[in-house]
């Protein structure tokens, strides 16, 4: 059931994706199974997200992370703060997500996941940059570029001089702002990424107008 749901979320039918997941919370509940039940929170979560309920999000999410403090998973915590950090920094609560996301940094790099690191500092420096803090959001994306660097994560890369790039954009330093959307742009041309590749021409433009 669990990746029935998660096959119908892919394909965008979140309506059945979410019946899955119920199926799946209510079987798990009978058998006392937590660790499962964390999951199908984690599923309806993503799903409530996906349909912009953003209450309905942070309910399934802050039943995740219960579950994964009582069965003293400390993986599942990570991903749990994450889920809960992503879905405030949604409703614009940028304080609240920043605390959360900075758990999930302590966590993450306690576990040794250099992955989830990466992630944590990603989405502290997008936390700041919702605070227009945008110092201490070049700061923590510096750290995450390191990071995607390390691992070899062409993606998170192309993604991380993206938000460098808007965060210099906003201190008005236009050319490391066009330094790092070029960055993004080349990198994405290398992978192919026409997603990566759009995002960087459209900032790109933004970037020279304002010139």
Known sequence: YSNLGSVHHCRREFKRAAAYHEEVLRISEELQERTIEARACAGLGH?????GDLQGAKKWYEKQLDLALSTKDRAAE???????????????????ALKL??????????????????????NIGKAYAGQRCHKQAIKFHKEELRVAREMGDRAAEASTYGHLAVAYQALGLHEQALQHHHAQLNLAREMNDSA????????????????
């Open 196 to 211: 990566s590749e759009a995002c960087a021409l459209c900032n790109l433009g933004s970037c020279y107008s304002a010139k």
């Open 101 to 122: 996301h900075q758990q999930h940094l302590r966590l993450a790099r306690s576990l040794d996941d250099t992955a989830a690191t990466g992630r944590a500092l990603g």
């Open 47 to 51: 799903t409530a997200r996906a349909m």
């Open 78 to 96: 990570a991903r749990a703060l994450s889920n809960l950090g992503a879905v405030f920094h949604l409703s614009g609560e940028y304080d609240a």
